[in-house]
């Protein structure tokens, strides 16, 4: 009888130490994946943004350029960027409830190119238009971002 008690009590011991081990590496792969989809968001995100600088540099720089010279150099600035490899990375990467949102903020960022490229000023609507919807669509990301972030699995 002692044997039996002995033997049962090791088998709850183990069994509650391979339980709570489990529970450990379940939160832990999940912090980890919770960590790679933020360093992909702020990622994604920057080279966006990093984009649209680059861009608004090359299309206000020389005044004097030609139209054709204006939009060869915007959209080479946008090319340059990384934002089609950022974009991809995390359309790949993140949940796809997220991928919407991701897509819908590059989309706007080709629109802010497209106005930069035609030769419209800073100052002009198209341009304005474009980049109040880019940050519309930027600031729906981060809040999507945000919100997968602070969900717990």
């Not at 010279?69 to 340059?80: G, I, T």
Request: proline share 3%; aromatic share 4%.
């Amino acid at each position: 009888m002692t044997l039996a008690g002995t033997g049962l009590g090791a088998l709850v011991g183990i069994g509650s130490t391979l339980l709570a081990d489990r529970a450990r590496w379940r939160r832990d792969s999940a912090d980890q994946a919770r960590q790679e989809r933020k360093e992909i968001y702020v990622s994604c995100l920057t080279t966006f943004r990093q984009a649209h600088e680059a861009m608004r540099a090359v299309a206000t720089g020389d005044q004097q350029r030609e139209a054709a010279a204006v939009d060869a150099a915007v959209r080479e600035a946008f090319r340059e960027s990384g934002c089609n490899e950022a974009r991809e990375t995390a359309l790949i990467c993140v949940p796809p409830s997220l991928a919407a949102t991701i897509e819908d903020a590059y989309l706007s960022l080709r629109e802010i190119r497209d106005a930069l490229a035609a030769g419209n000023p800073l100052s002009s609507p198209e341009y304005k238009e474009s980049r109040r919807a880019h940050t519309r669509t930027v600031n729906a990301a981060r809040e999507a971002m945000r919100h997968d972030l602070e969900r717990r699995p």
